[in-house]
DNA sequence: ATTAGAACTGTAAACGTTTGCGACCTTTTG
DNA sequence: CAAAAGGTCGCAAACGTTTACAGTTCTAAT
């Protein structure tokens, strides 16, 4: 249990433990042949660099705070995938913390990521508010924000463009023929209102009639989604289409929908947000908007980077492109 | 950017930081106003520990890596979602790590995370293989597996009765009327193996006959099981189950059968494990063998929790049991 | 008044690195 | 041949904590 240090590698050899760590680091002012002895020795004695000791001297611990409502969430799991991925392949490691449902343990798990002085902190936010929640804090380490869009606030963030997601899947289900298009979801959050607003924008070009059925849930999932659709369902179907402002909704909307026996996608033409991978399994075969989880996930930890080491100031608004993903839950009309 | 010290506050309250310390950890030694004062002017400085500086005289991080083949699985996320849970709650912080595809990246990791001084590693196993792959440091720290079988290797884990689940699945069918059994997976891993057992087992008990078609793919994933299902419904079908192995081959079966108009459950019955959140969606509503991740990944970290804190030393092989999900996909004959 | 003891606080070492600076040795140059 | 230059290497400080030990002050008892 006891691990080999500078000094003991460097007794074996002969030489003072500065001499090893500088062989160890390709310093160009060690002897080569010292150098490739020193490095053999090391390997014989299964020396390996202690990170914290590092971390000290350096001010540096090569660390990024992962910070994430819930890694068991299939959209931020992939997030977090990629962006583990690519801060490992630029020497950087991960620490994930599950912020939870609520504001404060988002806040205690930020202060928590400070005191273990990672470099940067990658954060997918519970909701708009969480800029102002952690505010505090992310003045003293370099942070960004992933997966929400704040707005003009002066922070750095890579989302997608919601806005333009919503209008183009609206503009298919015209395309489609449909001229009755019931909107689906809350709009609290900005993410959720810029995603109403590409609706609307889409409406107001082709002419259709803006309908909102908001959900009152604070978090879209399934369930909350199923509930709010059993309730929709109950009332006269006057629309041949909804656009579901997210995929959780959606999939609660199917399951709805099958129970009530209204035909999906015969009956009612469906779209959901995001795409996450259930909506690509057989059967459920969700039309949807995806969401370029990796490129942002690699963005973000390009941008988390670049303040690191250039200690780049600004703050930049990443704002990438959605695309529409047709699948089998909308229909031609006519 | 420049954080505060003990130092500063020491400096500020007019003691010495050895007197700031003591009164933030609580010591006995230390007048109460003082304490008082020195946790108010801490709390107004913004002073927090610095992990790294404790680590280093105290010799342990207060952190455990947690590896995983892939952290957009569902299975490993929520694995991974409920350990961080209870690690936090027990003072401890998750360093994730993905050990993709092979086995070097695993031992890559691993070393990695030596390095990073963790008190502990929580590792999902790629394969049985792992347990020689990362052999060598798991001497050198405390260390679980978790959801793989390593059968009697001298290691802890924690994982479920592999055998029993798919024994209690087959019986289920059994029970359901069917007397023609398929297994369908691979048999490589021991967890696969094991699974594979409990349905021969549960076929020489009931008299079936045993039947295995099995996938040469070593990753399990929808479309492997959707490729070998192909495969499968190109010959005829004299069997009225399929057991798959994982519920991913089972969702690749869904998939397959759907697009052959085989009937799932009419024509077919189908069976799977884990039981994923993907199988419960709705159209998917997949009978399958529950995995308690919930229990297992805490009490994996109880397991690890005894090792570091009281320096446990011997293993200790923690079976799960398994539980029948009925839903939808299966069906009983006449 | 002296002192034993309690109560509190300060000093300094230690943890394992990195790195500026100085020292030593060898080689080259005038 | 002397001295400068260059190549190697060691010394020691620093990073921010914790804690054993020593030191100081104060109370209370003799």
Redesign the pocket.
């Known amino acids: 249990m006891?691990?080999?240090?500078?000094?003991?590698v460097?007794k074996a050899a002969?030489?003072?433990?500065?001499?090893?760590?500088?062989?160890?680091?390709g310093?160009?002012?060690?002897?080569?042949?010292?150098?490739e002895r020193i490095i053999k020795l090391c390997d014989e004695m299964g020396?390996?660099?202690?990170y914290?000791?590092?971390s000290?001297?350096?001010?540096k611990t090569d660390l990024i705070g992962l910070v994430v409502p819930s890694i068991e969430n299939q959209f931020m799991s992939e997030l977090a995938y990629y962006a583990e991925m690519s801060a490992r392949a630029h020497g950087y490691n991960i620490m994930l913390c599950n912020s939870g449902p609520d504001l404060k343990q988002e806040k205690t798990v930020v202060k928590l990521l400070l005191g273990r002085q990672v470099d940067g902190i990658l954060i997918v936010p519970q909701s708009s508010r969480s800029y102002e929640n952690i505010r505090a804090y992310t003045d003293q380490v370099p942070t960004v924000f992933l997966g929400e869009n704040l707005r003009d606030q002066p922070q750095s963030y890579v989302t997608v463009d919601n806005s333009r997601g919503t209008y183009i899947g609206t503009k298919y289900l015209y395309d489609l023929g449909h001229r009755d298009i019931l909107y689906f979801g809350r709009r609290h959050s900005t993410t959720h209102q810029l995603r109403a607003e590409g609706y609307m924008r889409a409406c107001q070009e082709f002419g259709l009639q803006q309908r909102f059925f908001n959900s009152d849930f604070s978090r879209s999932s399934i369930n909350n989604g199923y509930q709010m659709a059993k309730d929709l369902f109950s009332r006269p179907i006057d629309y041949s289409a909804i656009f579901a402002s997210t995929d959780s909704n959606a999939l609660g909307i199917l399951k709805a929908a099958d129970e009530m026996h209204i035909d999906i996608p015969d009956r009612l033409s469906l779209i959901g947000f995001d795409n996450i991978p259930s909506t690509g399994l057989p059967r459920i075969d969700l039309t949807t908007i995806e969401q370029p989880k990796r490129d942002m996930a690699v963005q973000a930890v390009d941008m988390l980077r670049d303040k690191i080491e250039n200690g780049t100031q600004g703050y930049v608004h990443q704002i990438l492109l959605p695309s529409l993903i047709k699948r089998g839950t909308c229909r031609a009309l006519d």
């Open positions: 006891k691990s080999v240090t500078l000094k003991d460097a002969g030489v003072s433990y500065a001499t090893v760590s500088r062989a160890l680091s310093s160009p002012q060690i002897g080569s042949e010292t150098r020396y390996t660099t202690n914290v000791a590092r000290m001297v350096m001010k």
